[in-house]
């Protein structure tokens, strides 16, 4: 029976933190078990994770270390979990979470319920327009350096659930298992790709940094996604003073303000005219800096300083779609392709065309000159016939002009 465990933990608990699981799909952990293969003995599995949970004997296993690339180049490490692992860690954000994510404050976007990252650059748009300059902000490393002691001490403020505590340490002191096979003991931080990182790093960078500035600069704007944060000033004296304690601040806390991704910048516009070497800045796949734009209303072109997909999302995206390899898929056809492409250009509309859509110009472009080298491999009158293969596009388009996503909102650009 439940009540002779030695922690009080339902099964419904644990069946609810499984649809959650499943519903994020995701990857084998290191013992290359599938939701698939876990699903084939779904009952005793799960069963497993509560009786284990309940009587205090579950011990997360290793962690799979899987290193992705970084946009801006670089690997970075993505802890992969188990599939029972990744459910008892479940089991245990949809207790705490509920706790702590009320206290937190509204400037902070980064992995919270009803809050996104467009949010984020929304309203960082608009205090850019209020404010002349901006620090921007990347802490280095953070889930690889939260230290164990204060998270420990932050996550004990809010619970005396024993279950809670217990677990969240042990999954902290869980090792990282390579690619080679070899195991590291980890001593501080939580790993990217956890369940419980997320809601973790939130509590930790609340005390470390947002309640910090609500207390010692309450007037100031500020806004924070994960890792990386932003703070409006009024003067670049201002701006340096920041930089100055915020990065005190840090050190006290273990942690360090990236030397490359945290700098200065003057939001130049029509209004503002002070010379600065930097006048742009880059947040959540997206560049801020004087762009031209139109004021409807007097008919007039003027300098505002705005949002638009950034350099590095752009590569990023015409990178993914060389990956895709449509150029020699001569097998398919248009439908097939539309049917595997749509989903990914309108994520890719849906965030990146939020600000100034026409910045994604480059990516569609790419992308129609794909479907043309596609074509003239595929159909033989089109082969080494650029123009003719532009001209089969241009009718391709005139007679299904919603085949593509990009078609659809009248982003079609160049054929060739």
């Keep these: 029976m439940e009540n002779t465990k030695a922690f009080n933990i339902s099964k419904q608990l644990v069946m609810q933190a499984y649809k959650f699981v499943k519903a994020n799909a995701g990857a084998a952990g290191v013992d290359q078990q599938s939701l698939e293969d876990f699903d084939r003995d ?10 284990r949970m309940s009587s205090g004997c579950y011990f997360p296993p290793p962690v799979k270390a899987v290193p992705i690339p970084k946009k801006s180049g670089g690997e970075r490490i993505l802890g992969v979990p188990t599939v029972s692992d990744r459910i008892a860690q479940m089991v245990v954000k949809l207790v705490f979470e509920p706790i702590v994510e009320p206290l937190f404050l509204t400037d ?32 280095k490393g953070l889930f690889d350096n939260i230290p164990h002691d204060l998270l420990m001490k932050a996550v004990q403020k809010h619970t005396e659930c024993k279950w809670i505590l217990l677990y969240t340490k042990r999954w902290l002191e869980a090792p990282m298992q390579l690619t080679d096979g070899s195991k590291v003991i980890r001593g501080k931080g939580t790993p990217q790709g956890s369940i419980l990182s997320p809601v973790l790093s939130n509590l930790f960078l609340h005390y470390v940094f947002d309640t910090w500035m609500q207390r010692n600069y309450p007037s100031m704007q500020w806004c924070r996604y994960a890792d990386d944060g932003l703070i409006h000033c009024k003067t670049e004296k201002q701006a340096k003073h920041m930089l100055e304690f915020l990065s005190k601040r840090f050190d006290e806390c273990g942690l360090q303000l990236h030397p490359d991704k945290t700098k200065i910048a003057y939001c130049k516009d029509d209004n503002r005219r002070n010379k600065y070497p930097n006048t742009s800045f880059d947040f959540l796949g997206y560049t801020f800096r004087p762009r031209s734009s139109w004021n409807k209303k007097q008919n007039t072109l003027f300098v505002s300083f705005s949002p638009s997909v950034s350099k590095t999302a752009v590569n990023s995206m015409r990178a993914k779609l060389k990956t895709l390899n449509l150029r020699k898929r001569s097998e398919i056809d248009f439908d097939d392709i539309a049917q595997f492409c749509n989903p990914i250009l309108r994520g890719w509309i849906n965030y990146y ?9 480059p990516v569609f472009r790419y992308f ?20 003719k293969a532009t001209q089969f596009l241009e009718r391709i388009v005139k007679e299904r002009p919603k085949l593509f996503a990009h078609w659809e909102i009248g982003m079609i650009g160049a054929l060739a």
């Design 42 to 51: 779904l009952k005793d599995n799960l069963y497993k994770i509560w009786n």
């Design 108 to 139: 902070s976007y980064g992995y919270r319920p009803n809050k996104s990252a467009l949010d984020a650059v929304a309203i960082t748009r608009k205090r850019c327009w209020q404010s002349d300059w901006v620090l921007e902000f990347d802490i």
């Design 353 to 361: 065309g939020r600000f100034n859509p026409s910045g994604l110009y």
């Design 368 to 387: 129609n000159m794909t479907l043309s080298a596609w074509a003239r491999q595929k159909y033989k009158r089109l082969y080494r016939r650029k123009m």
